[in-house]
């Protein structure tokens, strides 16, 4: 049973692309499927992080939007922002879930009871991940691990119910 779930930013909820303006502002473009799966997750009763080894101010307004509990930013070891969030949370790490695209995220992928790839990972993510998806970062990954969790868990039909059923 997974109860928690952590998410990468760059190259998961986004496509990895940031673009800067003029000025010097950051954008990220992130997939709202994404989002309202994120927030169905947490309507279930599970709960939800974000490491991520970049800071932005742009993520910490997503995370808030979103109710994610848990925010890391600037992460440059990323396993040991799980140990923190484990013992924050109190979630041991088989009743997580992660997702993750890139070699920093190696470490962490390796601990987590379920670990979960983009399609447009790098090569040695997917080599090690439990689970491929068929959708790309920032195109409905995360959304697509979400479905798959709530059904394995059998809480599918509740998530659909909740829009479905009026």
Not at 4 to 16: E, F, I, N, Q, S
Not at 32 to 39: L, P, R, W
Not at 69 to 89: C, P
Not at 129 to 141: F, N, S, T, W
């Amino acid at each position: 049973m997974i109860d928690l779930l952590v998410l990468d930013v760059d190259g998961c909820m986004t496509d990895g692309s940031i673009i800067y303006t003029n000025g010097g502002d950051e954008l990220k473009n992130f997939n709202v499927k994404d989002g309202f799966a994120i927030v169905q997750w947490m309507r279930l009763g599970k709960r939800c992080a974000i490491i991520t080894g970049r800071q932005s101010a742009i993520v910490a307004y997503r995370a808030k939007e979103l109710g994610i509990e848990y925010l890391y930013q600037g992460v440059k070891r990323k396993e040991e922002a799980l140990e923190d969030l484990s013992q924050r949370s109190a979630v041991p790490f088989e009743r997580m879930a992660a997702i993750g695209d890139d070699l920093n995220d190696y470490r962490l992928l390796r601990r987590v009871g379920r670990s979960f790839a983009p399609a447009d990972a790098a090569a040695q993510i997917l080599e090690i991940v439990d689970h491929r998806l068929q959708r790309g970062g920032g195109k409905g990954a995360v959304r697509e691990m979400i479905e798959l969790l709530l059904q394995e868990q059998g809480l599918y039909e509740r998530y659909l119910r909740y829009w479905m059923d009026g």
